[in-house]
């Protein structure tokens, strides 16, 4: 019976049950890791993706809600492991870990878990993870360090090792792990964490293969994915064929910092296939501002998926009409050894620049940029009773004006899909820091008919002597306003120690502070879209009544009169 034919035979709805089932596994996966997790980068911020991958590392589901960034990496992982150990080369209990640069492409501490899923004896699939480690090792801490030249000093690399062979944990990897990592209690816990997510989606997964049968739930799958894909190429067959260019910059590598970092895409348009050519990205650099093949194709999937299919759950089928050209040797895919530490920090940007070469061929959809980095602290130190502590937290920033709408306030970047900010109670509890203020930020959007979204301020004053890694991006070429808006604020962070003066900090590493020093961060607001002329009146005061503008900006920017708005409110 030829594969087509069996798809035909595929009945709605069994069809409808099996993709609904597959994501809703993906979600209990999530849920399990959030709840048994022991660090906040995971039962909070959410900084991770659970899925179930078939075997030939395609993906079937998941979990909504994970990173958008994490879009390309599961099924890859999953492959290595795959050439590594044969199909015949996985049992029941087996549970596998992955990190590896060279095949993962982006920062160590994003740790992959995966099991293989068995039923009646026979490998099925598999179900996999990847989750925010706060550490792992090598000379880095937390988010943001630039000091690294090559990846062998960022940490412990793992290839898919099996950490449990047919149910039984090898000692001597997890030994490893606790001799080399820093907070071995919450890794480990992590771990843990992991490995009973993905042996519940196995099972999950096994449970629905043996309701219907292997065949049947395949022939569903191939359904579900051909269905996406019909979707998918129906909305790129209405872009106008073309070839369509654009190009920004990232401030510097971090180490060089008198270089920008050229960002630069290319789109093709041809019928019903999208092609995203990163050729011309700039060179690997000598820091970590580097990620391999997985972290261009992210981006690029993220750009697409957001055009073509935002509503539809996530599975292989929704990519098939996307080509992504990228060689390698360019900061989205450096050779292997190159330092990967800082590797989402371009892709947002990347992301803003795909979506700003397509936006003369969909100019009622695309939204001026965003606030264009991944956003976040790392403060580090010591406690009073000599435990160490590491504190990672999200910002928000603002989001592009869009053609019908003002742009969202204090949201992650589109990198960050549905991640969240630690709470800040919690934050207090936890570290030695008070939070002393985390507001939005005024006169952060840029102008325009519909103005960008605010960014946030916020301040952490520290109660013991500590660190702060910063890692400012896009202050030189600040998120861009379409249709003649505005720019938005770019990023800053503002150092002010209790015994000299306060100085204005866009990249450092390990800077010290002492107690009671206190360190805010002024994150980016959207570009506006279309002239601020063209603002109404009624939209400025109310931005001036919230806070949102100042009246002095209102009056800059808008030719905005509090008299023309009183009087345009009492005529309303």
């Known amino acids: 019976m030829n594969e087509l034919k069996k798809r035909h035979e595929a009945h709605p709805i069994t069809v409808e049950v099996v993709r609904n089932s597959v994501v809703a596994y993906a979600d209990e996966m999530a849920n399990a890791l959030c709840k048994a997790a022991y660090n906040m980068m995971i039962y909070e911020v959410r900084d991770f993706c659970c899925g179930l991958i078939d075997t030939q590392g395609r993906m079937i589901s998941q979990n909504r809600g994970g990173l958008p960034i994490f879009l390309a990496d599961l099924g890859v992982a999953v492959e290595d492991g795959i050439r590594r150990w044969g199909l015949e080369g996985f049992k029941p209990g087996d549970i596998l870990i992955m990190n590896h640069g060279e095949v993962c492409g982006q920062h160590l501490n994003n740790v992959v878990i995966y099991a ?26 937390g988010f943001g360090s630039s000091l690294t030249t090559e990846i062998f ?17 090898n000692e001597t990897l997890w030994q490893i792990i606790t001799d080399n990592v820093r907070f071995p209690d919450a890794c480990l816990g992590d771990l843990r964490a992991q490995v009973a997510s993905c042996q519940l989606g196995a099972r999950r997964y096994g449970e629905l293969v043996q309701r219907y049968g292997r065949p049947t739930v395949e022939v569903c799958i191939d359904r579900i994915w051909e269905q996406a894909d019909i979707k998918v190429r129906s909305v790129i067959e209405q872009i106008p064929d073309g070839v369509y260019v654009a190009e920004s910059a990232l401030d510097n590598d971090g180490r060089n910092l008198d270089q920008p970092i050229r960002i630069k895409t290319t789109v093709t348009i041809s019928g019903s296939t999208m092609t995203v050519d990163f050729s011309e990205m700039n060179p690997q650099t000598h820091s970590p501002l580097n990620s391999g093949k997985s972290g261009g194709i992210a ?96 910002f928000g920033g603002g989001w592009g004006g869009r053609p019908g709408e003002d742009g969202e306030d204090a949201s992650v970047s589109v990198c960050q899909g549905d991640v969240r900010n630690s ?36 301040t952490y004053r520290t109660l013991v002597p500590c660190k702060v890694t910063i890692n400012c991006e896009r202050t030189k070429v600040p998120p861009w306003g ?43 607001g959207g570009g506006g879209f279309g002239d601020p002329q063209a603002r109404s009146n009624a939209a400025i005061a109310n931005d001036v009544a919230q806070g949102f503008v100042s009246a002095q900006k209102a009056g800059e920017l808008y030719s905005w009169r509090a008299s023309v708005s009183s009087s345009a409110s009492l005529t309303a």
Request: glycine letters at 12%; one cysteine or more.
């Open 482 to 524: 379409l249709e003649g808006g505005g720019s938005g604020a770019h990023n800053v962070a503002i150092v002010r120690p209790v015994d000299s003066a306060e100085r204005v900090v866009f990249k450092g590493t390990e800077i010290p502070l002492a107690v009671g020093d206190a360190v805010t961060f002024l994150t980016a």
């Open 299 to 394: 981006a690029a999937r993220v750009a697409f998926k957001a055009i073509t299919s935002p509503d539809l759950d996530v599975n292989e089928g929704c990519f098939r009409a996307l080509d992504v050209v990228i060689p390698e040797g360019t900061i989205v895919s450096a050779r292997p050894g190159a330092a990967i530490g800082l590797w989402s920090i371009a892709l947002p940007t990347t992301i803003d620049t795909i979506l700003k070469a397509l936006a003369p061929a969909l100019p009622t959809k695309i939204p001026a940029a965003h606030k264009g980095d991944m956003g976040g602290c790392s403060f580090y130190g010591f406690r009073q009773d000599g435990s160490r502590f590491l504190l990672l937290n999200i």
């Open 116 to 141: 293989p899923c068995f039923v009646n004896g026979e490998l099925v699939a598999f179900a996999a993870n990847r989750a925010h480690w706060v550490d792992i090792g090598g000379m880095r801490i």
């Open 423 to 458: 709470p800040v109670e919690l934050q207090e509890i936890r570290y030695p820091v008070l939070v002393e203020e985390h507001a939005l930020r005024e006169d952060s959007g840029g102008a325009g008919a519909h103005r960008g979204g605010l960014g946030v301020r916020i």
């Open 153 to 169: 000093a960022e940490g412990l690399q793992m290839r898919s090792l099996k950490i449990y062979e047919a149910g039984v944990r």
